[in-house]
């Protein structure tokens, strides 16, 4: 079992950032790739960014390329989403993931472990 909470939503106006985390505890952290989705009301959870469990491998959904980075620290079990450039499209709650796998994977089936989000709302 892996445990995850978020944090680090709030309100910002658009053009700001915000960094999120994610603090894992239960089995080995570094065994497993991680990622972050988002979900925004009446739309589909959708992938936001994955990392392999070294860390040396990323994936970004296009929308977000050049904007985010997704990192972690395997000694602090924790992984993180540096968010600039914030849009109002951005606007949803954040979700932490744990895949069963070591690589990047942008399939949601592959994450079996959730946090319980975070709110992050950009205002125009």
């Known amino acids: 079992q892996v445990q995850l909470v978020e944090s680090g939503g709030e309100l910002v106006q658009a053009g700001a950032s915000l960094r999120l985390s994610c603090a894992a505890s239960?089995?080995?952290?570094?065994?497993?790739?991680m990622g972050w989705f988002r979900q925004s009301p009446g739309k589909e959870r959708e992938m936001v960014a994955a990392?392999?469990?070294?860390?040396?491998?990323?994936y970004y959904v296009d929308s977000v390329k050049g904007r985010f980075t997704i990192s972690r620290d395997n000694a602090k079990n924790t992984v993180y989403l540096q968010m600039n450039s914030l849009k109002p499209e951005d606007t949803a709650v954040y979700y932490c993931?744990?895949?069963?796998?070591?690589?990047?994977?942008?399939?949601?089936?592959?994450?079996?472990?959730w946090g319980q989000g975070t709110q992050v709302t950009v205002s125009s």
């Open positions: 990392i392999s469990r070294s860390g040396d491998s990323t």
């Open positions: 239960g089995r080995t952290f570094s065994n497993n790739a």
């Open positions: 993931a744990a895949s069963l796998f070591g690589v990047v994977s942008s399939d949601r089936r592959n994450y079996a472990y």
